[in-house]
């Protein structure tokens, strides 16, 4: 699994909302899971899949319940989603909420893939994994409840727009066949097949074309352009950040060549050149601009000794260090030091 591949910060709301409902201190468990709640005041934070894994197996552990996935995806506010969520609520039917999913999925999680199938009087919303995010990774399991936390934050949204009960005809689902089947059924309200081979909502055509009272195209239209926005911020800066961040991991046994980094991404070296042109950056000036942050951030501790600093910066000898540094600002570390603990000492 990529571990970029991440989520939408502010949907931990309704699982920590459901936690409360089931009596359950939401706080520990997401210290447990490092995930820090106060991500959600900023609207474009987003929480590393590997995380929100473990999080699932231990709500899983904490309530024993099999279907808090279902539950926690009651407690959704559109707000939640920002500017889709709004979106939502003004489309002109359900199929079309189920077209802006599909369209924006990235934006709750970015290893998500979303696609509709029209047959007969039917419409098939298959929910899979995105071959970039998972492309030659280890195999990851998936917590059932993360599952169910997806499925049923589709069917609250077409209901939120309805503004009344809407169920699809048919859900197929990889999870196994809960022990007590009885909260699926209700809370989804249609035939399940649990153990399929994939997931699968199946909606009556004819139900989704219906126009909705509460259609606004414009309000829709402003949201959507307000979405994809954030999703081409996102998406523009999101495999520079991967790089730094594997970067970082690797420079204290050297500086890592380009192709170790596209293997730890799980991509290709020629698609990881690709996405870092298309930013307008290359795998050279990241590593550069990676290390002196890093010196500089470094020199500012006066308990970090140049030694240390420079092996931790991927350098074999300290004077190699001081020569690359007074190359990027012109100054030794030893005199750029001195300059910022003089400046921290008169502030």
Known sequence: ?????????????????????????????????????????????????????????????QTGDEAFGLHAAEELQPATLHGLGLAVLASSTIYDVLQRLVRFSRLLHTGLELTLTERDEFVDMDMGVAEDFYAGA???????????????????????????????????????????PHPFLAMLGCRIRFGSEFNRITFVKSDINEQLASANPELARVNDEQ???????????????????KIVEHLPDGPPSQKAIAEAMHVSNRTLQRKLKEEGTSFIDLLQDARLSLARKYLAQPQRSIVEIAYLLGFSEPSTFSRAFKRWTGQAPADYRARVLSERDRG
């Open 1 to 61: 699994m990529d571990r970029s591949a991440s989520i939408l910060a502010t949907m931990i709301l309704p699982i920590a909302r459901a936690l409360r409902l089931q009596g359950v201190d939401p706080m520990p468990i997401f210290e447990q899971a490092d995930i820090d709640p106060a991500m959600v005041i900023n609207a474009d934070r987003r929480i590393p899949m590997a995380k929100m894994q473990v999080l699932w197996q231990l709500i899983g552990e």
């Open 138 to 180: 280890e195999p990851v399991i998936i917590q059932p409840q993360a599952e169910d936390f997806g499925t049923g934050i589709i069917v609250v949204l077409c209901r939120l727009t309805l503004g009344e009960y809407f169920s699809p005809i048919e859900l197929q689902c990889r999870r196994p066949e809960p022990e007590n």
């Open 227 to 245: 979405t994809e926005t954030y999703l081409a911020t996102f998406t523009r800066v999101s495999a520079s950040r991967a790089v730094v961040g």
